[in-house]
């Protein structure tokens, strides 16, 4: 399978299996430089909101933008595989569609400069099935996690947000991963990375 100096993008809202996936991906395919949220290591700005104190969530969005635009800045293909897991700029701009800031058309401003991958794949599932994954989730361990519990239309809106801009700023092919096990939808990927299966051909 030819993947040399494929850069891969997986992206999707929580629940929808992608860093099950990832995780295959990146085993079956031998990838060993893999980044989550930030495009590049370290990023000065990065801040863990469970992990600082901000009075809203207007100034965390602003550290966010920070560290897109460092991203942006910063970034350059490396001459091996890579594999993007998520990335800050298009969930900042989906997750504010959700909670309205002002921040949403930054963020969505900000994905017009956003790097072009060799694949790009935004996983999504239904409503039900990402109830059902966080039934079985030992422990729930975002903010995220309790808002599919909590509001499923903010679950609904956001989503479709991310699908939207994926496929616009990004390029990605979307799969809908509801009724299929992470196996499966590695080897989906997989088959797309190699060629096996065209575009018209995604779930």
Same mark, same amino acid.
């Given at each position: 399978?030819?993947?040399?100096?494929?850069?891969?993008?997986?992206?999707?809202?929580?629940?929808?299996?992608?860093?099950?996936?990832?995780?295959?991906?990146?085993?079956?395919?031998?990838?060993?430089?893999?980044?989550?949220?930030?495009?590049?290591?370290?990023?000065?700005?990065?801040?863990? =909101?469970?992990?600082?104190?901000?009075?809203d *969530?207007l %100034?965390?969005?602003?550290?966010?933008? /920070?560290?897109?635009?460092? &991203?942006?800045?910063?970034?350059?293909?490396?001459?091996?595989?890579?594999?993007?897991?998520?990335?800050?700029?298009?969930?900042?701009?989906?997750?504010?569609?959700?909670?309205?800031?002002?921040?949403?058309?930054?963020?969505?401003?900000?994905?017009?400069?956003?790097?072009?991958?060799d694949?790009?794949?935004?996983?999504?599932?239904?409503?039900?099935?990402?109830?059902?994954?966080?039934?079985? =989730?030992?422990?729930?361990?975002?903010?995220? *996690?309790? %808002?599919?519990e909590?509001?499923?239309? /903010?679950?609904i809106?956001? &989503?479709a947000?991310?699908?939207?801009?994926?496929?616009?700023?990004?390029?990605?092919?979307?799969?809908?991963?509801s009724?299929?096990?992470p196996?499966?939808?590695?080897?989906?990927?997989?088959?797309?990375?190699?060629?096996?299966?065209?575009?018209?051909?995604?779930?």
């Amino acid at each position: 399978m030819n993947t040399e100096r494929k850069h891969i993008y997986i992206e999707g809202m929580d629940m929808c299996g992608k860093d099950t996936v990832a995780n295959i991906v990146a085993q079956d395919l031998n990838i060993t430089n893999i980044q989550k949220l930030s495009l590049v290591d370290p990023n000065p700005f990065n801040v863990d =909101k469970n992990k600082i104190v901000v009075p809203d *969530d207007l %100034l965390f969005g602003v550290y966010l933008a /920070k560290s897109i635009i460092y &991203d942006l800045e910063q970034w350059s293909p490396l001459m091996t595989r890579q594999l993007q897991v998520s990335f800050t700029g298009i969930r900042s701009a989906s997750y504010r569609v959700g909670f309205p800031d002002g921040l949403g058309p930054v963020f969505e401003e900000l994905l017009k400069y956003s790097p072009l991958f060799d694949n790009a794949f935004l996983l999504t599932a239904s409503f039900e099935a990402r109830k059902k994954r966080l039934a079985l =989730k030992r422990e729930k361990s975002s903010d995220h *996690d309790y %808002l599919i519990e909590t509001s499923p239309e /903010k679950v609904i809106l956001i &989503d479709a947000s991310m699908v939207e801009l994926a496929t616009k700023e990004m390029g990605a092919m979307i799969i809908d991963t509801s009724n299929m096990t992470p196996e499966q939808i590695a080897l989906e990927i997989q088959n797309i990375i190699s060629g096996f299966k065209q575009r018209d051909q995604i779930i």
